[in-house]
Structures are given as structure tokens and as C-alpha cells.
């Protein structure tokens, strides 16, 4: 069982910027593969980014080049930077950790963290 607990979310000016962290409870974090993604009023789930157990990282389209995944394994977090916001970013962002053992696949989420960009 894996706890995920995101914090670093709030109000922002556009232009600006947030990190946003994700802790993880448990042992065998660096075995997770771990996302960030955001869900806007009305608006299906995306994902934002994620990071492989090895830091292989992908982006979402419209955050590539202003926001940045990445992972301490030693602090069992992850962080999405997250630089030039836009109020299309605004969205509840959670935490996703994800390992598959043989057909076995572990999914766990965290509760999510409010940002809105708005001047």
C-alpha cells in the first residue's frame, strides 16, 4: 500500500510560477513509476508528465518547456515545477504511482492539490 500526499498547490499570477510536491508513504518508492495529472472543471482527467523508475520523463503538449517532473528517491518524493503558468493551467493536480508486478498492476492516487492561475 502506497499513501501519496501532494502539497504546493494555490493561487498564482499568470506568468508565475509553483512547485508542487508529491510524498509517498511505504517502502520501494524508486520502484513506482510516478505522474502528475490535473483535472480542470467540466474537463476530463490529462496527464501532465510523469517520470519512469530509470527518470525517463514525458510531457504533456501543452506543458512541455515550462514544466518540469522529477524525483528524490531518497525523500520518496515528486515534484512537478511548474514556470509560466496559464490560467488554461488552472486544475486540481494529483499525485499518480504506478507498478506492475507479473499480470499485477498497483495504482495508487493521492488527493489532489488546487491551482489556479488567475491575475
Known amino acids: 500500500q502506497v499513501q501519496l500526499v501532494e502539497s504546493g498547490g494555490g493561487l498564482v499570477q499568470p506568468g508565475g510560477s509553483l512547485r508542487l510536491s508529491c510524498a509517498a508513504s511505504g517502502s520501494s518508492f524508486s520502484l513506482y513509476a510516478m505522474s502528475w495529472y490535473r483535472q480542470a472543471p467540466g474537463e476530463q482527467r490529462e496527464l501532465v508528465a510523469e517520470?519512469?523508475?530509470?527518470?525517463?520523463?514525458n510531457y504533456a503538449d501543452s506543458v512541455k518547456g515550462r514544466f518540469t517532473i522529477s524525483r528524490d528517491n531518497a525523500k520518496n518524493t515528486v515534484y512537478l515545477q511548474m514556470n509560466s503558468l496559464k490560467p488554461e493551467d488552472t486544475a486540481v493536480y494529483s499525485c499518480n504511482a504506478r507498478r506492475q508486478i507479473l499480470i499485477v498492476r498497483y495504482v495508487y492516487w493521492g488527493q489532489g492539490t488546487q491551482v489556479t492561475v488567475s491575475s
Open positions: 517520470i519512469t523508475t530509470e527518470g525517463n520523463t
